[in-house]
């Protein structure tokens, strides 16, 4: 089941939530930023303490998972979206970015899981192409158990969101 909100994904009440990270997982702006303050410093140690290749700790794509700390999910899910201008393959980088993320929240028996526009930022995803993927990403019959939470973060992302998930139900 998807839902779409307007709002601050740290205030999400699910089991776990998902982090636009960088690939240091060493913390940033935007949601990711919002995400570490709400959790408390607790939530940069547990990154810190994950394996690095040279400072990498997530590739692009790919998902890792910690406690949630302070913050009311259980967990934090930090993917790394991929930078819109600067690879070949962005539409399979982002996807990825879903399937992977949902994959970590199943083997972790969560039942909710909320997610942000991931790239929708600072990586400059356009936002219509963004919405597509991943509410295709989410939309998947293996997911129906799932209840999955977009938090869009302002009314003009929620639209474009809302617009796309009828679409794709019609
Ligand atoms: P990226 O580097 O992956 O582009 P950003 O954090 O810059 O990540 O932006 C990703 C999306 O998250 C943007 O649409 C941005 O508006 C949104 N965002 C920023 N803060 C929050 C928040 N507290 N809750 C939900 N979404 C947020």
Not at 51 to 58: S, T
Not at 80 to 87: C, D, F, L, N, R
Not at 132 to 138: F, Y
Request: hydrophobic share 40%; with cysteine.
């Amino acid at each position: 089941m998807i839902h779409l909100f307007e709002g601050d994904i740290t205030q999400a009440n699910v089991d776990a939530i998902v982090n636009a990270a960088k690939n240091s997982l060493l913390g940033g702006g935007g949601v990711d930023g919002a995400i570490h303050r709400a959790a408390g410093a607790e939530l940069l140690a547990l990154c810190r303490a994950l394996p690095d290749k040279n400072g990498v700790r997530c590739p692009t794509g790919e998902a890792k998972i910690t406690d949630g700390c302070n913050l009311p999910a259980k967990y934090v899910i930090h993917t790394v979206g991929p930078v819109y201008s600067q690879v070949s393959n962005p539409a399979d980088l982002l996807a990825r970015c879903y399937r992977n993320s949902l994959a970590l929240a199943k083997e972790n028996q969560c039942g909710s899981i909320a997610f942000p526009a991931i790239s929708c930022g600072v990586y400059g995803y356009p936002i219509e192409a963004a919405a597509k993927i991943a509410l295709e990403a989410c939309c998947q019959k293996e997911h129906a158990d799932l209840d999955i939470y977009f938090y869009l973060f302002g009314r003009s992302d929620f639209e474009i969101w809302q617009k796309i998930y009828r679409r794709l139900s019609s």
